[in-house]
């Protein structure tokens, strides 16, 4: 079954690094925009950050500008999210998307992110 798997999942304290992966099963991601969403208790979901299929071109909410950085490999068939510098705030459970126009849209199952001391 084609899905999306998440892996990263965390405790980080304020100011800590953290990658997280999304990989993809059953499909390629190469045709793919890709996409990194986050939702915190009581938040609608939101965009943080997305990458075009060649990974040419990407895009940030203003929060994460500077700090977090998009990428993704598509031979390993793999989207990253690197994040430094995390804030109390980034604490949340995060999504990676797969959509393109006239495909299926995938989303992966979400992975916890918790910044803490």
């Known amino acids: 079954q084609a899905r999306l798997v998440e892996s990263g999942v965390g405790l980080v304290q304020p100011g800590g690094p953290l990658r997280l992966s999304c990989t993809a099963v059953?499909?390629?991601?190469?045709?793919?925009?890709m996409s990194w969403y986050r939702q915190a208790p009581g938040n609608d979901r939101e965009l943080v950050a997305e990458i075009t299929p060649s990974g040419g071109r990407t895009n940030y909410v203003d929060s994460v500008k500077d700090r977090f950085t998009i990428s993704r490999d598509n031979v390993k068939n793999t989207m990253y999210l690197q994040m430094n510098s995390l804030e109390a705030e980034d604490t949340a459970l995060y999504y990676c998307?797969?959509?393109?126009?006239?495909?299926?849209?995938?989303w992966g199952q979400g992975t916890q992110v918790t910044v803490s001391s």
């Open positions: 998307k797969a959509a393109q126009s006239r495909r299926p849209v995938y």
């Open positions: 059953g499909f390629t991601i190469s045709p793919y925009r």
